[in-house]
């Protein structure tokens, strides 16, 4: 135990001194966050305001359409949508046969669509129009609303959790003699590599999740963005994040012999893409992924991480959560193992 504290005290010591290190693990998570705020803040905050829609007075829907507060019915004969579509005197026309015509696609069109939509579905059921009832709250209010932007702050936050995949390969390369001075030094002492990994993997879990503190602490006081109702279950997904980064960081650093500069730009390829393919880019992506290659999802760690995050906080559900947990351990562990036979395995002719 006395030798895996000094060497995470070394080891901790000579990962602060790389200054890569201290840009990727520390700042350009904030930094990333701050972007991603300023680009998206509008999106997030946005408030829908009164849609104008155009139809016939002979239309079916045109009476139930007049009780959807948020809709402005125009009544405007087909003729003439073409050109008040181009004008922007309305957001998009509902033909008789209840297709929608419109001359862009936004928010205002969207939510035309989805309202149409219902009415389609229920003429299809042979029911009644005085069914449809728009003004019927379904949902119980929760004091964090559901919002599909979201998504890319809890993947980024996902993201972040693994960035201890910097201090896992900066573990991995002190160990290997001909990667680095210090490397070759360790590799003439009796230090064991048990130990060494070890140490490696309790610096980066502490160094990183400092570095998460300090991103949901900017998160929550400076761009006031309160995304947790349940800290408890969100902290061990976040945790197992950082286990898994760490480990990844350290089967990275162990399994090949590139220099540090390329382990640690094919790591952020890695992370990077597998947040992208989680929804940080766009929730669209990731809405694609889950319909069309579900299982993509289901193991993508990044997306576990994220889809617990929102389901967590925002469905308040927290049923069904083991699976992701034990997945990511399970992630975590046999990376560990295989990064130790590749460690154990390294053999040099001379130091």
């Known amino acids: 135990m006395k030798n ?5 005290i070394y080891l901790g010591k ?9 840009f990727w693990g520390l700042m350009y998570p904030i930094i990333l966050a701050g972007f991603f705020y300023i680009a998206f803040s509008g999106i997030i905050n946005m408030e829908i305001k009164t849609i104008n829609v155009g139809i ?10 007049e009780n959807v507060e948020i809709l402005n019915v125009m009544e405007i004969h087909e003729n003439d949508a073409e050109k008040s579509l181009k004008s922007g005197k309305i957001d998009g026309y509902i033909k008789n046969d209840l297709t929608l015509v419109v001359d862009g696609s936004g928010l205002n069109q969207t939510v035309i669509k989805g309202i149409l939509d219902q009415i389609i579905q229920i003429i299809a059921l ?9 003004e019927v709250n379904y949902l119980s209010a929760k004091t964090q609303e559901a919002n599909p932007m979201l998504v890319i702050f809890y993947s980024l936050i996902a993201m972040v959790s693994t960035y201890g995949v910097f201090p896992g390969i900066e573990t991995a390369v002190t160990s290997q003699a001909n990667l680095t001075d210090i490397g070759a030094r360790i590799n003439t002492t009796p230090i064991k590599k048990s130990t060494l990994l070890i140490s490696g993997v309790i610096d980066g879990l502490l160094i990183n999740i400092f570095s998460n503190i300090l991103l949901l602490l900017f998160l929550r006081f400076v761009l006031k963005m309160d995304l947790f109702t349940n800290i408890w279950y969100s902290g061990i997904f976040i945790l197992l994040g950082n286990l898994f980064g760490v480990s990844l ?7 090949n012999k590139k220099s540090p500069g390329v382990k640690v ?3 952020i390829a890695t992370t990077l893409f597998l947040s992208f393919l989680s929804g940080m880019m766009s929730p669209n992506i990731k809405v694609s992924i889950d319909k069309n290659v579900p299982i993509l999802g289901k193991i993508n760690p990044i ?3 994220t889809n617990s995050l929102y389901k967590i906080n925002l469905l308040g559900n927290t049923r069904n959560l083991s699976q992701g947990m ?13 990064s130790y036979l590749f460690l154990g395995r390294s053999q040099y002719d001379s130091i």
Do not use: C, H, K, W
């Open 4 to 8: 895996i504290l000094r060497n995470s």
């Open 14 to 22: 000579n990962m602060f001194r790389d200054m890569s290190f201290t």
């Open 56 to 65: 016939g007075r002979e239309n079916q829907a045109y009476p139930i359409l």
């Open 126 to 134: 042979n029911e009644p129009m005085q069914n449809l009832d728009f």
């Open 249 to 255: 960081g350290i089967f990275v650093g162990s399994s």
């Open 265 to 267: 730009m094919f790591s």
């Open 303 to 305: 997306s576990i991480i």
């Open 326 to 338: 034990i997945l990511l351990a399970v992630y975590s562990l046999v990376l560990m193992a295989v």
